[in-house]
């Protein structure tokens, strides 16, 4: 057992946890987290990958939280230019679909409720004679063009989880609390490894597991449960050579993306499935994969074969279980329940990723009484590590990354900018040449970057590094030799 006692300790490294965590310690309090694998490896890089306010969420009345996210994405667009950008989405009308003037409605509600000042507004398009109609069929002859904004999931969570180590926060990954039980006045954590901490509070952000942590970990009594929801994700060759994404509707009444991925692919997404248990790993099952590439293929000229899938990934949602019929129906919003019957207990329930900062602040709000000296909100102008710079210009810091480095191409130096921001300057240090990066793991995956991600974002395996630090998995097909590098360095 350790002498320092924290403030609060939270258990769980995805989006909503790492919130909290740097939220809290910029607050002045002591603060621990603790996640059984690695940062972000559940639910937070299992997403859609999009800043949005859920259009749909409107047909359901969600107006708060619509509301809340579409203020929110340009909060985080200012925030983390580096890892998020504006993205325009093409709608085609569809006559069996949601009539025209219906869908004209909900847009204008989008472009309204949340006071948008950065991004452009709806418009109309012809699809007979704009880029975004030649990847359609020829019966799609208007859409509807609206602004939302694309984000690095996983990286957004390292990103928050970094900014809360350099604050002081004890972040530590592989790292699984085995109990947690009431001693006095404070909260008595055991981990796997046989640590012991002591904190005045316990905050439950376990995603999927949260409901688990109440009953099997913590061992309380709670009648509030989480309902598990997979949605899956196929990843394709480059379908359109457009930057813009779509989003198509179905005849079942639910919608998907396709949005541009990584330069050369496709996303497309997702399902909503009920999952059973959260220890069992969601998969894209072959009838989802089935079920987008068919759906995908009511809009797209060329269908979409299996052979065009290049990757798949799923994720679980947990979301509050609110009792909906579906899946699709359960609400997206987020519950914040609080069990102050002894030292306090915060469990967080649902959510979505781009509410993840102002949920942290709802959940300030809530234990704040707990620590009177605490000081006020303030991560809504605070840049994520690497992202101090104004979201217009990312070009400019690409070109002058080419410019103090010369053997950087355009596709390489773009990648840096659009994963470490300003930071990729640093990273690079003096180097004047590929070589001086060290070891070359391909796809301009350098030694230089892997230590870096190892020594500053908590990378422990090669899987870390290329799917959730990076996306470069997608290119480095052999991960032995960096498997074998990052355990040569970490035994060091």
């Known amino acids: 057992m350790t002498d320092q006692i924290y403030d609060i300790f939270v258990i769980g490294g995805g989006v909503n946890g790492c919130g909290i965590a740097r939220d809290a310690v910029g607050r002045g309090l002591r603060v621990a987290l603790a996640e059984m694998n690695d940062l972000g490896s559940a639910t937070s890089s299992a997403s859609t990958k999009l800043f949005h306010g859920g259009l749909r969420y409107l047909e359901y009345y969600e107006f708060r939280l619509v509301r809340e996210a579409l203020k929110e994405r340009e909060v985080l667009l200012r925030n983390m230019p580096h890892i998020s950008w504006p993205l325009r989405f093409v709608l085609p009308l569809h006559k069996e679909m949601r009539p025209g003037w219906l869908i004209r409605l909900g ?5 309204h409720l949340g006071g948008r000042k950065i991004l452009p507004a709806t418009k109309t398009l012809n699809l007979k004679t704009d880029a975004a109609g030649a990847a359609l069929q020829g019966r799609f002859a208007k859409a509807f063009e609206y602004s939302d904004c694309w984000v690095q999931d996983s990286r957004l969570v390292v990103l928050n989880a970094r900014d809360a180590a350099d604050r002081g926060a004890n972040i530590m990954t592989r790292a699984k609390v085995a109990s947690a039980e009431r001693v006095g006045d404070l909260w008595e954590i055991t981990l796997e490894s046989g640590a012991v901490f002591r904190a005045k509070m316990l905050v439950n952000a376990g995603g999927p597991w949260v409901e688990d942590i109440i009953k099997n970990t913590i061992r309380i009594n709670s009648s509030e449960g989480v309902r598990l929801v997979r949605g899956s994700h196929i990843v394709t060759r480059k379908l359109f050579d457009h930057d813009r994404a779509y989003i198509f509707q179905g005849t079942d009444n639910r919608v998907i993306f396709a949005i541009p991925y990584e330069g050369n692919y496709t ?6 499935k009920d999952h059973d248990n959260a220890d069992h790993k969601p998969e894209c099952t072959e009838e989802e994969a089935d079920y987008l590439r068919k759906f995908a293929s009511e809009y797209f000229k060329k269908p979409i074969a299996r052979d065009d899938i290049v990757w798949t990934y799923s994720g679980v949602r947990p979301l509050y279980d609110d009792g909906a019929s579906s899946a699709t129906e359960a609400t997206r919003d987020y519950v914040l329940s609080l069990n102050d019957q002894g030292a306090p207990l915060l469990s967080v329930f649902g959510g979505k990723i781009t509410t993840y900062r102002k949920l942290a602040e709802a959940a300030m709000d809530k234990i704040g009484r707990f620590f009177p000296a605490m000081t006020g909100e303030w991560t809504m102008h605070a840049p994520m590590p690497g992202g101090n710079f104004p979201p217009d210009q990312v070009g400019a810091l690409i070109a002058r990354l080419r410019a103090d480095f010369g053997f950087l191409d355009a596709d390489w130096a ?7 921001g300003t930071q ?65 360095k970490t035994k060091k």
Not at 267 to 272: C, E, K, R, S
Request: no cysteine; hydrophobic share 45%.
């Open 414 to 420: 773009t990648r840096l900018v659009r994963t470490y």
């Open 267 to 272: 996303v497309i997404g997702t399902t909503d």
């Open 107 to 111: 847009l204008f509600m989008y472009d």
């Open 424 to 488: 990729a300057q640093e990273m690079l240090a003096d180097a004047d040449s590929a070589d001086a990066l060290g070891q070359d793991f391909g796809a301009t995956l350098s030694a230089r970057e892997v230590d870096w991600l190892i020594d500053r974002e908590f990378a422990k395996t090669a899987q870390d590094i290329l799917w959730r630090r990076t996306k470069l998995g997608l290119r480095i097909k052999d991960e032995s030799a960096l498997q074998a590098y990052i355990e040569q």
